[in-house]
Each structure stands twice: as C-alpha cells, then as structure tokens.
C-alpha cells in the first residue's frame, strides 16, 4: 500500500484509516516466518505542521526454537509511531520507506517494524532447556545423569577442552 505524504501535506485536514492486508509470507524474518496475511490498520492525521502516522497489526509468526529445535508459533503485535514535517520529505536520509514517486510505502514499514519486534532467538518456552547432548532427547524427557552428560561429551570436542587449561 503506498501513501501519498506530500499530498496529505497539501489536503489532509481530516484523519485517515486505512485497513490493508499485507502478504509478508515470501519476506526474510531471519529464520522465522509469516505463513498467513497480516491485517493491518494505517493511520495519518495532519496537526498543524506535521502529520502522525500510525501502523498497528498482529501476526502469526512460526519457527523453530533455538534450544531444543520444535515448532515455535506465537502471536507478535506491530504498534508503530512516526511524525513527519514537511521538511523531513526533502531529506535524502528520510527513514522510512518510499518507493521512487517518494510516496510512504505502508507494507515496507509494516515488514521493517515486524523485522525489528520478533525476536532473533526464538523460543518453544522460556524455560526450555534444549536437547541432551548424550542421548539427543529434549532435556526434560531424558534420563541420562547430569554427570554423564558432563563427562561423556563428544570426543572430537576434546581438543577444546585443552584450551581451557
């Protein structure tokens, strides 16, 4: 969805909603993924010299955790805020997205807020514990002794072990 800012600028006394649906599903979310279309509610209000953009959605993201390597699905929520002025529309370093008219690029913010809010280490439950590293169960469902897990270690890591010393 693109928005046109130097336009509201020019017209926009009264407030506008836009819902959308963002297919964020081909995007890179660095090893997470968004499987379904995200609903998403776009907002801009012009007050005085300025105008305020608002983006909010919530989406299904899925992975796989980091420890002990099951489906991860949860729920992430975007609640995103920008002013811009006038002025902030000539600069070359303006951060938010614009395609080549120089018009916002609503999805593109969507995609980079939600890039940002899900996490970079995912995970089933905070206090999941992994996998063994003798029988390769998660930790909870195994039943190796805590010291053979400390001494049975992989042999072609004992090299490492010397390095402590």
Known sequence: MLFDLQRFFSMGASPTEKRFTADL??????????PAPIEAVFTAERQ??????????????????????????RQQAVDAEWTVKKK?????????PRDEKGQLDVEEWLY????????TVLLCSTDCQGLCPVCGKKRQECSC?????????????????????
């Open 25 to 34: 599903s081909a995007r890179d979310f660095c090893g997470a993924h968004v």
């Open 48 to 73: 005085e010299d300025e105008v305020w953009l608002h983006l909010t959605a919530n989406a299904e993201v899925c992975g796989v955790c980091a420890r002990c390597l099951d489906p991860v699905v």
């Open 88 to 96: 902030d529309l000539e600069d070359p370093d303006f951060e938010l």
């Open 112 to 119: 980079q807020e939600l890039l940002f809010q899900i996490p």
């Open 145 to 165: 002794q805590k010291a053979a897990t400390s001494t049975s270690a992989d042999a072609r890591l004992s090299i490492l072990k010397t390095l402590l010393n």
